[in-house]
């Protein structure tokens, strides 16, 4: 199946800094990329996702960025906020779903 | 967003008994559901992927004779952990996908504690 790599696994970031999460995949048949942020004992919900024929796509604080020949994706979020802090998730799918490892950002006051 | 319901939220057993849970989209027919089992502070790691009406997919080293999932129909799938174990003890969260729809929607997840 597809092999979806994450860092950093851990992040902190004074707030009103930029933070950037990095995602590489294996399987070339992978065309969706959502992003999930997952807060402690809650559900995963996405905040952002990008298909393959897409090279960057933007929703206010968070952009998402994709280049497919190097299988490689990444999550942008700007002018961080403490709200901000949470696990967050990278996923590659084609028919099945596959997760990153999680990177837990901090945002600090 | 669509809404994917998922119940007990907890269940505590104890070891040799077999547990249910369910997942149900409350709002659109979910084509497909995939069964993830996340430990703490790690990630989500899929267990099967099951289609309305066929049988699931299993992903490598998932015994589908201990996680028995159950896709009757396009609301409701079921994951039963027989024979539990205290190693069977995480906690187990569904989501579903509906017709050519590329996001996922997750259940609330259930905490399985096997005594």
């Known amino acids: 199946g597809e092999n979806v790599e994450q860092h950093p696994s851990t992040l902190s970031v004074q707030e009103g800094d930029s933070a950037v999460i990095k995602c590489t995949y294996s399987?070339?048949?992978?065309?969706?990329f959502p992003w999930y942020k997952q807060e402690l004992g809650k559900r995963p919900q996405l905040i952002i996702d990008i298909r393959s024929n897409v090279g960057e796509k933007k929703d206010q604080r968070i952009a998402v960025t994709l280049n497919k020949t190097a299988k490689h994706f990444s999550l942008h979020i700007t002018e961080t906020q403490p709200e901000d802090s949470a696990v967050y998730f990278c996923?590659?799918?084609?028919?099945?779903?596959?997760f990153g490892t999680g990177t837990s950002l901090t945002v600090i006051p | 967003g669509a809404v994917v319901s998922q119940h007990p939220s907890r269940v505590i057993c104890k070891s040799g008994t077999s547990v249910k849970i369910e997942c149900r989209s409350l709002?659109?027919?979910?084509?497909?559901m995939f069964w993830y089992r996340q430990f703490p502070k790690q990630s989500l790691m899929l267990m099967a992927t099951?289609?309305?009406?066929?049988?699931?997919t299993y992903e490598q080293g998932v015994e589908k004779d201990k996680f028995l999932i159950n896709h009757a129909s396009l609301t409701l799938s079921t994951l039963t952990v027989t024979s539990a174990h205290p190693e069977d003890s995480s906690f187990y969260i569904c989501?579903?996908?509906?017709w050519g729809a590329g996001e996922l929607f997750f259940g609330e997840g259930s905490r399985l504690t096997v005594l």
């Open positions: 099951s289609n309305e009406g066929s049988k699931a």
């Open positions: 709002d659109f027919q979910a084509t497909t």
């Open positions: 996923a590659a799918s084609s028919n099945q779903f596959y």
């Open positions: 399987d070339s048949a992978s065309n969706y």
């Open positions: 989501s579903a996908r509906g």
